[in-house]
């Protein structure tokens, strides 16, 4: 065995979300009421709660890590977000890029080995920043010879461009979902934030199925963009 | 490693607290469905020590463990095969069991022909196994193995179960693993398959070396801890251990490691073993 370290497998989630003005009211208070409920969820299921880690970061005209990559059971309080400002899709894909990075180094450094990181970016609006500037951005973050690219999956309402939201996840299928035409984000963004806690129990339990694999969520509301086929 | 009590699994590494809650009763049970198996035997080439265990996961939640192992003799050769259903389909504790088996069975009846090739009755396992799994809905990984009686091996796998030589204390991979720098695959070949993405591997066993064929659930941890786990096992299967020896060994706690469990080790006997 050439390997001398131990090691302790871990499946990072990030959850990059919208803070614009726009998330303002019911769409944030949702958030910040149900985001806690994830630790309870995980503390259901000792198995899958050891090798969770869970991470926020938000954007608006700037990005923030809101909570860093954690073990949930050593968590206390998950802080409250708040919504201010534009859409900077490019300061979010560069944040995560740079927080990902970081974060597997630091954590290798402790001992771990990660599956593939998932991120889950929910926004509410289209992007404020150009087009060519986010798009690049995405590039790196996506970027297959960065060995620790992310697999995404994205979640629109309100204002959010399904195109948009496909190029997010890579224009992959079952990776990009919008609610549907005329849905109140009173009522989407409950059901969307549920279904990512049950999406993100689902995918750290299918490491002990032996395929580890990230499962998308059940959201009543939202329904998958279609990826066009290539000729 | 943290010396265990009597007969109690020991901790290795950095301890579970999931590994210590006590397993839901399942809905229904049998002995060909137990969460703890194990068996042992010999013969004049060949001591063989199998053990499964259901991963902590699977005891937690009330549900069945999804490993099977099986072995044939065939004159004096014989056949070992190890399956792990693949959890996100239905069926697939089924399809492990049918997939070593039709293995088994499969490698045994070419094995004892008059000119066997070991490599040829491998390929043929796998794909003996492949069209039997095909008749259930579910998936599973599988590695067969036919060991001559001059310790010449020869193994074929679908999948990231795996086979290891245990010599001298030291664990030697007969598989490739992932790269040591990259982030893990989430992505496991399984049977059923059109084209079975098929892994050969050989390796020939001195007397007293073990040839020790795995699920990922023992895998996986045993590569992530060559300090704790890797000399813990080899340890205690420098020579065959009692069956229920191993299936207490195998039951080890370790933060994070909740799969399913499952080994079977064949150690070539030396003439002083009588």
Same mark, same amino acid.
């Given at each position: 065995?050439?390997?001398?370290?131990?090691?302790?497998?871990?499946?990072?989630?990030?959850?990059?979300?919208?803070?614009?003005?726009?998330?303002?009211?019911?769409?944030?208070?949702?958030?910040?009421?149900? /985001?806690?409920?994830?630790?309870?969820?995980?503390?259901?299921?000792?198995? =899958?709660?050891?090798?969770?880690? %869970?991470?926020?970061?938000?954007?608006?005209?700037?990005?923030? $890590?809101?909570?860093?990559?954690?073990?949930?059971? /050593?968590?206390?309080?998950? @802080?409250?977000?708040?919504?201010?400002?534009?859409?900077?899709?490019?300061?979010?894909?560069?944040?995560?890029?740079?927080?990902?990075?970081?974060?597997?180094?630091?954590?290798?450094?402790?001992?771990?080995?990660?599956?593939?990181?998932?991120?889950?970016?929910?926004?509410?609006?289209?992007?404020?920043?150009?087009?060519?500037?986010?798009?690049?951005?995405?590039?790196?973050?996506?970027?297959?010879?960065?060995?620790?690219?992310?697999?995404?999956?994205? %979640?629109? %309402?309100?204002?959010?461009?399904?195109?948009?939201?496909?190029?997010?996840?890579?224009?992959?299928?079952?990776?990009?979902?919008?609610?549907?035409?005329?849905?109140?984000?009173?009522?989407?963004?409950?059901?969307?934030?549920?279904?990512?806690?049950?999406? !993100?129990?689902?995918?750290?339990?299918?490491?002990?199925?032996?395929?580890?694999?990230?499962?998308?969520?059940?959201?009543?509301?939202?329904?998958?963009?279609?990826?066009?086929?290539?000729? | 490693?943290?010396?265990?009590?009597?007969?109690?699994?020991?901790?290795?590494?950095?301890?579970?607290?999931?590994?210590?809650?006590?397993?839901?009763?399942?809905?229904?049970?049998?002995?060909?469905?137990?969460?703890?198996?194990?068996?042992?035997?010999?013969?004049?080439?060949?001591?063989?020590?199998?053990?499964? =265990?259901?991963?902590?996961?699977?005891?937690?939640?009330?549900?069945?463990?999804?490993? &099977?192992?099986?072995?044939?003799?065939?004159?004096?050769?014989?056949?070992?095969?190890?399956?792990?259903?693949?959890?996100?389909?239905?069926?697939? &504790?089924?399809?492990? /069991?049918?997939?070593?088996?039709?293995?088994?069975?499969?490698?045994?009846?070419?094995?004892?022909?008059?000119?066997?090739?070991? *490599?040829?009755?491998?390929?043929?396992?796998?794909?003996?196994?492949?069209?039997?799994?095909?008749?259930?809905?579910?998936?599973?990984?599988?590695?067969?193995?036919?060991?001559?009686?001059?310790?010449?091996?020869?193994?074929?796998?679908?999948?990231?179960?795996?086979?290891?030589?245990?010599?001298?204390?030291?664990?030697?991979?007969? %598989?490739?693993?992932?790269?040591?720098?990259?982030?893990?695959?989430?992505? $496991?070949?399984?049977? @059923?398959?059109?084209?079975?993405?098929?892994?050969?591997?050989?390796? !020939?066993?001195?007397?007293?070396?073990?040839?020790?064929?795995?699920?990922?659930? !023992?895998?996986?941890?045993?590569?992530?801890?060559?300090?704790?786990?890797?000399?813990?096992?080899?340890?205690?299967?420098?020579?065959?251990?009692?069956? =229920?020896?191993?299936?207490?060994? /195998?039951?080890?706690?370790?933060?994070?490691?909740?799969?399913?469990?499952?080994? =079977?080790?064949?150690?070539?006997? *030396?003439?002083?073993?009588?």
């Amino acid at each position: 065995m050439v390997n001398a370290e131990e090691r302790y497998a871990v499946f990072p989630f990030y959850l990059c979300l919208d803070a614009s003005a726009s998330m303002a009211g019911t769409p944030m208070e949702s958030v910040n009421r149900q /985001l806690p409920l994830l630790r309870a969820a995980v503390g259901e299921d000792p198995a =899958v709660a050891e090798v969770i880690r %869970f991470g926020v970061v938000t954007f608006n005209d700037v990005a923030h $890590t809101t909570l860093p990559l954690s073990d949930l059971s /050593l968590v206390e309080a998950v @802080p409250t977000v708040v919504a201010a400002g534009r859409t900077s899709y490019a300061a979010a894909f560069d944040h995560l890029r740079q927080t990902i990075e970081d974060d597997y180094h630091a954590s290798r450094g402790k001992g771990d080995r990660w599956y593939r990181p998932a991120v889950i970016f929910v926004s509410d609006g289209r992007p404020t920043d150009d087009p060519e500037r986010w798009q690049s951005a995405h590039s790196r973050l996506t970027d297959t010879g960065w060995k620790r690219h992310p697999n995404i999956l994205s %979640f629109g %309402f309100g204002d959010a461009d399904p195109a948009v939201l496909a190029h997010v996840s890579e224009r992959k299928p079952h990776r990009a979902f919008i609610a549907a035409e005329g849905a109140e984000p009173a009522t989407v963004v409950p059901e969307l934030l549920a279904g990512l806690i049950q999406s !993100i129990v689902s995918s750290s339990a299918s490491v002990y199925s032996g395929e580890a694999q990230l499962v998308p969520p059940e959201v009543p509301s939202m329904t998958p963009i279609p990826v066009d086929e290539l000729d | 490693m943290t010396a265990p009590g009597a007969g109690l699994p020991p901790v290795l590494g950095r301890p579970s607290a999931a590994a210590g809650q006590p397993a839901a009763l399942r809905p229904e049970g049998s002995a060909g469905r137990a969460a703890y198996r194990a068996d042992e035997g010999q013969d004049e080439h060949w001591s063989l020590r199998a053990a499964s =265990v259901a991963g902590v996961h699977h005891r937690l939640a009330g549900a069945d463990a999804e490993d &099977a192992y099986a072995w044939r003799r065939a004159g004096e050769s014989i056949v070992v095969a190890v399956g792990d259903g693949v959890g996100s389909r239905s069926g697939s &504790a089924a399809a492990a /069991l049918v997939a070593v088996h039709a293995g088994c069975e499969a490698a045994s009846a070419l094995v004892g022909q008059d000119a066997p090739d070991p *490599r040829v009755a491998c390929e043929e396992a796998v794909g003996a196994a492949n069209r039997a799994v095909r008749a259930g809905t579910g998936a599973t990984t599988l590695v067969v193995a036919v060991a001559g009686p001059e310790g010449h091996c020869s193994l074929a796998r679908v999948g990231d179960s795996t086979a290891m030589v245990l010599a001298a204390g030291e664990w030697r991979a007969l %598989f490739p693993s992932r790269a040591a720098d990259s982030v893990s695959s989430n992505a $496991t070949a399984a049977l @059923p398959a059109d084209a079975p993405s098929i892994e050969a591997a050989e390796c !020939i066993l001195r007397p007293g070396e073990a040839l020790v064929v795995m699920t990922d659930g !023992i895998a996986d941890p045993l590569r992530d801890g060559p300090t704790t786990v890797a000399p813990a096992l080899a340890a205690g299967m420098v020579t065959p251990p009692a069956a =229920v020896e191993l299936l207490t060994l /195998l039951d080890f706690s370790r933060h994070g490691c909740h799969d399913d469990r499952t080994i =079977v080790g064949l150690w070539r006997r *030396r003439p002083e073993d009588g």
